[in-house]
């Protein structure tokens, strides 16, 4: 009866210890921010099936964490609607920002980056995605948002960083808020690309960024793949080539039969660049060049030296040293002899006989060599 007590015990335990592994820590949401108050309580989950039932595996590929979604109310009139999502850094907030993110929303200065389209306002702060749904706005809703962003928590180290990845796509001819940053397989087959996710192996540590442009016959699409070291990409654009074109499997900016459009590659350090759509071969070859890699050098070594660790700090200490030396042995040595000849001085004048022998000690050695060459 005992042991079975026991086990109940143990049993009440863990389950309790496995539901509060699965329950989010604390709510995203605040109760109450620039003059809005929740209606009831936040909603919480960590099943991104919850957040986003069609693109639950989408947010996985961006580090989804856990989700929160409230109701408010300003005045007894106004509603808003908020739905938050944290994902592990600031890279999975801002892929599901360009995820969601429309060509025809508005950027908006709303945290790191924001968008609106109507009464329906987009923006990520740190590792938090937030998706703001207004009955209609105002003059203040965006000062609203921003006092609700400034109050969001922030993750702490690295996971602050965002992918530099994004800034080699270049501005020229760039289609507004068409770029798209993609974590995993999934993602890319939902937003459309001219090279299958089979190819590029995420399982490899690759990372892809797409976005529009425009030319003079029609829109492209530039799609850049980085991978973790050279060698990885090089191996990945010769299997790419092989798949897509085996006569033309080099490495070089080529035309690839990819469906009904061309596709063109290149390498450049360790990501590739494909540009595929209705464009002259000369446009689609300019785009192609205008994507480089620049190589980022760290120095994990310092760089500045402390007053211990700088030689010329050292040598001006020991030459300060020496002349301390010198000073101290001269003040001595003045002292020493000035106290002697005062001293002898003073005897002088109180009357004393003057005695060099006092002041100096003489052996008169050359007198002792002479006595016996006197006594022979």
């Not at 979604?69 to 009139?77: C, I, L, P």
């Not at 068409?178 to 089979?198: E, Q």
């Not at 530039?222 to 080539?241: E, G, H, K």
């Amino acid at each position: 009866m005992r042991n079975a007590f026991y086990s109940l015990v143990e049993i009440l335990l863990f389950g309790s210890l496995v539901f509060a592994a699965g329950k989010p820590a604390s709510s995203l949401l605040p109760p109450a921010f620039a003059g809005w108050q929740m209606e009831g309580a936040a909603r919480l989950s960590s099943d991104p099936a919850v957040a986003d039932p069609t693109n639950a595996q989408v947010l996985k590929e961006y580090g989804f964490k856990d989700f929160a979604a409230a109701s408010y109310s300003r005045e007894g009139v106004r509603k808003l609607t908020l739905r938050a999502a944290r994902f592990d850094d600031a890279s999975g907030a801002y892929g599901a920002f360009t995820f969601y993110k429309t060509p025809e929303m508005l950027n908006e200065k709303i945290g790191d980056q924001a968008s609106s389209l109507n009464s329906r306002v987009l923006f990520y702060r740190g590792n938090i995605l937030m998706d703001a749904q207004f009955d209609q706005l105002s003059a203040m809703s965006a000062a609203e948002l921003r006092e609700l962003a400034a109050g969001l928590p922030l993750p702490g180290g690295n996971a602050t960083n965002l992918p530099s990845l994004p800034t080699y796509l270049p501005r020229q001819s760039y289609v507004k808020n068409s770029a798209k940053y993609v974590m995993g397989a999934n993602t890319l087959d939902r937003v459309g690309t001219p090279v299958i996710a089979d190819m590029i192996r995420f399982d490899q540590g690759a990372e892809v960024v797409l976005g529009k442009y425009t030319s003079s016959a029609g829109e492209a699409t530039l799609m850049v793949v980085s991978y973790p070291t050279p060698q990885i990409a090089a191996d990945r654009l010769r299997a790419i080539d092989a798949a897509l074109h085996p006569a033309n499997a080099q490495g070089e900016p080529s035309p690839l039969a990819f469906g009904a459009a061309p596709l063109y590659d290149r390498r450049s350090g360790p990501i590739l660049i494909f540009v595929s759509g209705r464009l002259p071969e000369s446009e689609a070859r300019s785009l192609l060049a205008s994507v480089n890699y620049d190589a980022n050098v760290t120095w994990n070594e310092n760089t500045s030296f402390s007053k211990k660790d700088n030689l010329a700090n050292l040598l001006v200490n020991v030459i300060i040293l020496c002349a301390i030396v010198v000073g101290i042995a001269l003040v001595a040595g003045i002292a020493f002899g000035g106290l002697r000849v005062g001293f002898q001085r003073l005897r002088t004048a109180l009357g004393g006989e003057k005695r060099d022998e006092v002041d100096f000690i003489a052996l008169h050695l050359s007198d002792k060599l002479k006595e016996p060459s006197r006594q022979s």
